[in-house]
């Protein structure tokens, strides 16, 4: 057990290390929802108000009007306590709990499995402390990492308590209970879990009694109600009924119609088309279709996702290819073996996908953010039981090697090239324009940044904008949300925050005497050119944002 502790510690130390270095700079660029999370633990710190000026949200951040999982942005708050409001303090806690991570991984992974595979918690905790997509959701402020720390930790307390210890019960409510609050698809993904759980094993359940399990069904149910009942009843579920694929779009409803129109039952009776064409069986291929993107390789091995925005990389998985013979292995060897765990796996697996799939789209990897651990719990088996099967030294030598040399390949990648070639997904710019706006502010009493991408929030961050003045202007800004009922903030047009304003940009109304216009470079064109004044750049030299003004032109 020393040694195991000794190796564990050197895992998680590098694993922190690589989660933590260059956590300021890299990913390059800077996410409206970080820059939201930060600002809103800013203004709590200063007003005890949120940035919409509500007190100490429970249930749910209002965000951009799109309200957002309120656990991320309370742990955020001591570390823009300590180290002032910056990159680095927004993310720091998604990289302490993706560290952390490695040791609920090690926990549970050890509780799952015979403890004679000794070698195999560490592996898990090795595999996860070098994942990609444990290393790129833990260098970003992103609420689904939080499920590879919570539901890992919380499970292994369940498991435990209901071995030798009804104390750690509680725990494990309680951290189940966390995990709730942290990301949306949690809300879905744990309930079904446990009531799945509870299912398959009633027999047991009920012979080593229900009073038991009374503690933590209590807590559990204590820490969910205000969630769920905010769910039902407020606005807290905004953003999932705006995602969910029941939410039909004009184009949905066109498909609709177009397959009733143009089936061949439509001659023989319309009524009789849309048996088989209707909002129902449109909404079940979308979930079937969505599901099985889930499961398949291409999404975690080569695909990994089709957004860049969670330093998602074009041609890059969200494993490491060298998982997936291990993985298919380990489900072979898992049945053969009849591991007496097996069911729990596949219930983690199956049910962790649901809130992915009745989701619009497939292949959102921060979606599926309850998976994270998963994969590596499974890699760690399949190697423990090839290397019991293959006990030569130069195949262990060699999948050392191949693991080794991937692992550079993909910080090569992440480090060193994703920084320079992809910036454009994660928002980057705008710390350099904020801080070249600040050196003309005093010649332009108006600023107007071309509407999109949550602008004020940076203006906000960057500026380190007094909350009570944000608050001031924020309180203006929902009763027009509200009667226009928009999905988010910035489809207001105009709106504005000091001298800023924040509005679809027309030229002939904008480049005016006393305006500084700010427009990103695609919307940018040959006739603007004379009034470029400055301009931020991507790392590879490319344009990011112009800075227009009328004056320029006229020199």
């Known amino acids: 057990m020393k040694r195991s502790g000794w190796i564990l510690g050197l895992i998680v130390a590098f694993g922190f290390i690589l989660r933590i270095v260059f956590l300021g700079a890299i990913p390059g660029g800077f996410t409206p929802d970080e820059a939201n999370q930060g600002y809103a633990a800013y203004s709590l710190l200063k007003t005890g108000r949120d940035e919409w000026g509500i007190n100490w949200p429970i249930t749910s951040f209002r965000a951009f009007a799109d309200y957002r999982a309120p656990l991320q942005t309370y742990l955020i708050m001591p570390s823009v306590a300590i180290f002032g409001l910056s990159?680095?303090?927004?993310?720091?806690?998604?990289?302490?709990?993706?560290?952390?991570?490695?040791?609920?991984?090690?926990?549970?992974?050890?509780?799952?499995?015979?403890r004679k595979k000794s070698a195999l918690p560490l592996l898990a905790a090795l595999f996860l402390a070098i994942s990609p997509w444990s290393i790129q959701f833990s260098r970003t402020a992103l609420e689904a990492n939080f499920a590879s720390f919570l539901f890992p930790l919380g499970l292994f307390f369940f498991l435990r308590g209901l071995k030798d210890n009804s104390k750690l019960l509680l725990l494990s409510a309680v951290v189940l209970g966390l995990d709730l609050y942290s990301y949306l698809a949690a809300k879905l993904f744990v309930p079904l879990f446990i009531i799945a759980y509870l299912i398959f094993n009633r027999r047991q359940i009920v012979k080593d009694g229900l009073r038991r399990l009374l503690p933590f069904l209590v807590v559990f149910s204590l820490l969910a109600a205000p969630l769920y009942f905010d769910a039902l009843f407020g606005p807290g579920n905004v953003r999932g009924k705006d995602l969910a694929i029941t939410n039909f779009s004009l184009g949905n409803l066109t498909t609709i119609s177009d397959e009733q129109y143009f089936s061949p039952l439509n001659t023989i009776s319309p009524q009789l088309s849309r048996i088989f064409s209707n909002k129902i069986s449109f909404t079940l291929q979308q979930f079937t279709g969505n599901y099985i993107s889930y499961l398949s390789p291409t999404f975690w091995f080569t695909?990994?996702?089709?957004?860049?925005?969670?330093?998602?990389?074009?041609?890059?998985?969200?494993?490491?290819?060298?998982?997936?013979?291990l993985i298919i292995f380990a489900f072979y060897r898992l049945l053969i073996n009849k591991e007496k765990n097996l069911p729990l796996l596949?219930?983690?697996?199956?049910?962790?996908?649901?809130?992915?799939?009745?989701?619009?789209?497939?292949?959102?990897?921060?979606?599926?953010?309850?998976?994270?651990?998963?994969?590596?719990i499974i890699a760690a088996y399949g190697l423990v039981e090839l290397f019991s099967k293959v006990r030569r030294p130069?195949?262990?030598?060699?999948?050392?090697?191949?693991?080794?040399?991937?692992?550079?390949?993909?910080?090569?990648?992440?480090?060193?090239i994703a920084p320079a070639k992809y910036p454009s997904a994660l928002s980057f710019g705008y710390r350099d324009l904020l801080a070249k706006i600040k050196t003309y502010s005093d010649k332009y009493p108006q600023i107007i940044f071309d509407r999109g991408n949550q602008a004020q929030i940076?203006?906000?961050?960057?500026?380190?904008?007094?909350?009570?003045?944000?608050?001031?202007?924020?309180?203006?800004?929902?009763?027009?949300?509200?009667?226009?009922?928009?999905?988010?903030?910035?489809?207001?047009?105009?709106?504005?925050?000091?001298?800023?304003?924040?509005?679809?940009?027309?030229?002939?109304?904008?480049?005016?005497?006393?305006?500084?216009?700010?427009?990103?470079?695609?919307?940018?064109?040959?006739?603007?050119?004379?009034?470029?004044?400055?301009?931020?750049?991507?790392?590879?030299?490319?344009?990011?944002?112009?800075?227009?003004?009328?004056?320029?032109?006229?020199k």
Do not use: C
């Open 394 to 416: 130069i195949f262990r030598w060699g999948t050392g090697v191949v693991i080794f040399i991937s692992l550079l390949t993909y910080l090569n990648l992440y480090f060193f």
């Open 87 to 114: 990159e680095f303090a927004v993310r720091l806690p998604s990289a302490i709990f993706g560290t952390l991570a490695i040791v609920a991984v090690y926990l549970l992974a050890r509780e799952l499995f015979d």
């Open 303 to 325: 695909e990994g996702g089709r957004e860049i925005t969670y330093s998602v990389f074009p041609g890059h998985g969200l494993l490491h290819l060298w998982l997936l013979p």
């Open 458 to 554: 940076f203006v906000a961050f960057y500026n380190r904008l007094d909350p009570k003045e944000y608050q001031s202007y924020s309180a203006a800004w929902w009763p027009q949300i509200e009667q226009r009922k928009l999905l988010f903030l910035d489809m207001l047009d105009p709106y504005s925050l000091g001298q800023y304003t924040f509005k679809s940009f027309d030229a002939s109304t904008d480049l005016v005497p006393g305006n500084l216009v700010v427009i990103r470079a695609e919307k940018a064109n040959p006739a603007l050119d004379p009034y470029i004044l400055d301009k931020v750049e991507y790392p590879d030299r490319t344009p990011a944002f112009y800075l227009l003004s009328y004056d320029q032109k006229q």
């Open 346 to 376: 596949l219930f983690w697996l199956f049910l962790a996908i649901i809130p992915a799939a009745i989701t619009k789209e497939g292949y959102r990897p921060n979606r599926i953010g309850s998976l994270l651990a998963f994969w590596e």
